[in-house]
């Protein structure tokens, strides 16, 4: 409705208002980008080595939390383990004595980052 009165108006308001929803929604993405905690976790695990060699699970939590500045309680072992798992980012598995390591797909991290970044 905004649009088609501004384009009732003039033309001028119509150029203006569609410049600023431009940079409002580029803004909302920016937002967006840097809460979301999937996002993060994907930039996180991009930047990790990219062996197949396994990483501890409690390891790679405190690391991300120190990467994403996240403080809050939300952010543990249990979580971050369930988030790799849910964004397919765990290759292979075990669970030892300390608790429970993982092989990484960093490839797949970095793929889907590129995604995020090009949206823009």
Not at 20 to 43: F, G
Not at 81 to 96: E, H, P, S, T
Request: aromatic share 8%; with cysteine; net charge positive.
């Amino acid at each position: 409705p905004l649009c088609f009165i501004a384009e009732f108006i003039g033309q001028e308001i119509m150029v203006n208002l569609i410049r600023i929803a431009k940079v409002l929604i580029n803004l909302k993405k920016e937002e967006q980008e840097m809460e979301s905690k999937d996002i993060m976790v994907y930039d996180f695990i991009s930047k990790q080595d990219s062996n197949l060699s396994y990483h501890s699970v409690k390891r790679l939590t405190d690391e991300f939390r120190e990467f994403s500045g996240e403080i809050d309680e939300d952010v543990n072992s249990k979580w971050f383990g369930r988030a790799l798992k849910r964004l397919n980012l765990v290759i292979d598995k075990r669970r030892v004595k300390r608790g429970v390591e993982v092989s990484l797909n960093v490839v797949k991290a970095q793929e889907k980052l590129k995604i995020f970044r090009v949206q823009d």
